[in-house]
């Protein structure tokens, strides 16, 4: 039992020479998403450290295996949506990536194992009809918007 523990205390001191490469790419804040105040509240508070090149880094994004898994959460949420360059995408990747936000903002983000440890990031049902509402999915059948400012001004 005693050999048991010392190897895995062995393995995981080992799993720690593979670190992952934590990142933050610069990016253009113009091309950043721009929102009202309330909006943009919210997706700094419980998107923007997957969705965004503006990551806070969590102390145990520096220990694996965990280490892996952060970074493939950041990864992968950079992929489908990057808050942080919003206005490169063309009007219909925007409006595609919108109505992802109101599809998936009601029930799967952000995701639980997140709200775990980020507690702060638990959003109410008043914040994600919030942001629904800000999306304009349920507006007609016409493209969200043809121009970000559009929806700013609002």
Same mark, same amino acid.
């Given at each position: 039992?005693?050999?048991?523990?010392?190897?895995?205390?062995?393995?995981?001191?080992?799993?720690? !020479?593979?670190?992952?490469?934590?990142? +933050?790419?610069?990016?253009?804040?113009?091309? &950043? #998403?721009?929102?009202?105040?309330? =909006?943009?509240?919210?997706?700094?508070?419980?998107?923007?450290?997957?969705?965004?090149?503006?990551?806070?880094?969590?102390?145990?994004?520096?220990?694996?295996?965990?280490?892996?898994?952060?970074?493939?959460?950041?990864?992968?949420?950079?992929?489908?949506?990057?808050?942080? !360059?919003?206005?490169?995408?063309?009007? +219909?990747?925007?409006?595609?990536?919108?109505? &992802? #936000?109101?599809?998936?903002?009601? =029930?799967?983000?952000?995701?639980?194992?997140?709200?775990?440890?980020?507690?702060?990031?638990?959003?109410?049902?008043?914040?994600?009809?919030?942001?629904?509402?800000?999306?304009?999915?349920?507006?007609?059948?016409?493209?969200?918007?043809?121009?970000?400012?559009?929806?700013?001004?609002?």
């Amino acid at each position: 039992m005693k050999n048991t523990f010392i190897i895995i205390f062995i393995i995981i001191i080992l799993l720690q !020479i593979i670190q992952i490469e934590k990142t +933050n790419p610069k990016s253009n804040p113009k091309l &950043e #998403i721009h929102a009202p105040k309330e =909006i943009m509240n919210i997706f700094k508070r419980s998107c923007y450290d997957c969705h965004s090149n503006d990551t806070n880094w969590p102390w145990y994004s520096s220990i694996a295996p965990v280490s892996w898994s952060v970074s493939s959460h950041v990864e992968d949420g950079r992929q489908w949506l990057n808050f942080s !360059i919003w206005n490169s995408y063309t009007i +219909n990747e925007q409006n595609k990536k919108i109505k &992802e #936000i109101f599809r998936s903002i009601y =029930i799967a983000m952000p995701p639980s194992d997140y709200i775990y440890f980020h507690e702060e990031s638990f959003l109410t049902k008043k914040e994600r009809n919030l942001v629904r509402d800000w999306t304009g999915v349920m507006n007609d059948n016409k493209p969200i918007f043809t121009n970000i400012t559009e929806k700013i001004h609002e």
